[in-house]
């Protein structure tokens, strides 16, 4: 008779506090944004499926993006009592199961639920695969930048490889189809896990010894900015397929056309990240912060009064700003937060971030019901962008002795 639970029990011990190399983490920040996509590219098709509108079918993916960064707290909780290793073949094997299951309901409320588990699995990777991979303060910024493209291209594949999938089936194979692609790659994730050389961090102690001077205000601007800058980044990747296929109309209104034009703006734009990863290993990311949000607000206006190619161009600059802020953050961490509190600083952060993306849908829905068209919705986002600008003017300038990653890990 097999033991079952010795099975298990075995397979705990070959997982627990172990870690993978760097191309594996950012394959799985690949999968984790690339399936929080599906649903943004197949929700046309889905709302046809259950007699729904676009405007009515993409509120059931609002559960989804709400658990995404809500339950990112939780995941820091249950890596820091366990292990972040173990959270991570959790995520692969979850996130793979829930698409799976929602390529197989049969209601509008059971896709929306199914939306929503895959929410909560995705929720793992950014609390607890990106302290993996800053847990080692090697060129912590250009890591960041090149974990944040691997991040972007999941963003950048969905529109279009779910418009392919689209063209030779529905919306159940773009579910089922990435599903079982992240349920493959999870065994090899596990496969791949290594004994971590660095040393064990040591236990959290109480206040905020161990953190570098200054955080209260560094992490004040780092809020500000994660705040509007989330909002900003939901909407730029949930409704930039769709607003191709409606403004777009010289060029093509064929969804695997605008799939494709999404896909390379999301790609071009999410090689800034490398850039700006490299920059701010070298200039104060203070300055940098201010640039890119400067950025934003003018480009993401622009974006809202073109057409056709005008649109495209004015869409590929406003991506490369929007994507540019992704590294900046997390590095701001890694330099005034000790690897003890990172996981949990990291699950608030993402939270915020995450469910502020979250609120993209149901005010998408409302501008659209209400008569407006999807253009204000990034004239609004221009606005908000203003506050990512005051994030870096609050932003202090530290020195190199107070940089927590300039000492060794702990």
């Known amino acids: 008779m097999v033991n079952w639970e010795g099975l298990l029990m075995h397979a705990l011990k070959a997982i627990n506090g172990k870690t993978v190399p760097d191309l594996y ?59 972040r290793s173990l959270m991570m073949v959790i995520f692969h094997f979850g996130i793979g199961t829930a698409a799976v299951l929602a390529g197989m309901t049969q209601t509008v409320w059971q896709l929306g639920a199914s939306i929503g588990l895959i929410g909560v699995f995705a929720a793992i990777y950014h609390p607890v695969g990106i302290a993996m991979l800053i847990k080692s303060n090697r060129t912590i910024g250009f890591r960041l930048g090149i974990n944040g493209v691997f ?14 999938l689209l063209t030779v089936g529905d919306w159940r194979l773009c579910f089922v189809a990435s599903g079982l692609f992240c ?70 209104t064929s969804v695997a056309v605008t799939g494709l034009l999404a896909s390379i703006v999301y790609a071009a734009a999410s090689f800034t990240q490398i850039g700006v990863g490299w920059l701010i290993d070298r200039v104060p990311p203070k300055w940098v912060l201010f640039s890119v949000g400067v950025g934003q607000v003018i480009f993401v206006a622009l974006a ?22 992704i590294p900046i953050t997390d590095t701001i ?46 004239s609004l986002m221009s606005g908000l962008a203003v506050m990512i600008v005051l994030g870096g003017i609050l932003l202090p300038v530290q020195s190199e002795a107070q940089r927590l990653d300039r000492q060794p890990a702990e």
């Not at 943004?40 to 509108?53: N, Q, V």
């Not at 040591?202 to 209260?216: D, I, L, R, S, Y």
Request: proline fraction near 4%; aromatic fraction near 14%.
């Open 25 to 83: 983490l950012n394959i799985s920040h690949f999968l984790d944004h690339f399936i929080m996509l599906v649903f943004a590219k197949a929700a046309y098709d889905a709302g046809r499926h259950f007699g729904l509108g676009y405007e009515d079918i993409i509120v059931y993916g609002v559960a989804g993006f709400v658990l995404f960064g809500a339950m990112a707290p939780v995941a820091a909780h249950l890596a820091d009592r366990y292990s």
């Open 151 to 164: 991040g972007n291209m999941g963003v950048a594949a969905a529109p279009l490889v779910i418009g392919v």
């Open 183 to 252: 349920i493959a790659y999870g065994v090899v994730f596990m496969l791949r896990l290594v004994e971590d050389a660095a040393p064990q961090a040591k236990k959290a102690t109480k206040g905020a010894t161990g953190f570098a001077p200054g955080w209260q205000m560094a992490l004040g601007a780092m809020l500000i900015s994660t705040a509007s800058g989330g909002f900003i980044f939901g909407a730029m990747t949930f409704v930039v397929p769709r607003y191709f296929e409606i403004s777009l109309p010289a060029i093509s």
């Open 304 to 325: 809202a009064r073109f057409t056709d190619y005008a649109l495209f161009f004015a869409m590929l600059v406003a991506m490369c700003f929007v994507f540019g802020q």
């Open 333 to 378: 961490l890694s330099r005034y937060v000790p690897d003890s509190w990172r996981t949990r600083v990291l699950s608030v952060k993402f939270m915020i971030n995450l469910m502020i993306g979250a609120s993209v849908l149901p005010i998408c829905g409302v501008i659209l019901q209400s008569g407006y068209e999807m253009a204000a919705l990034f």
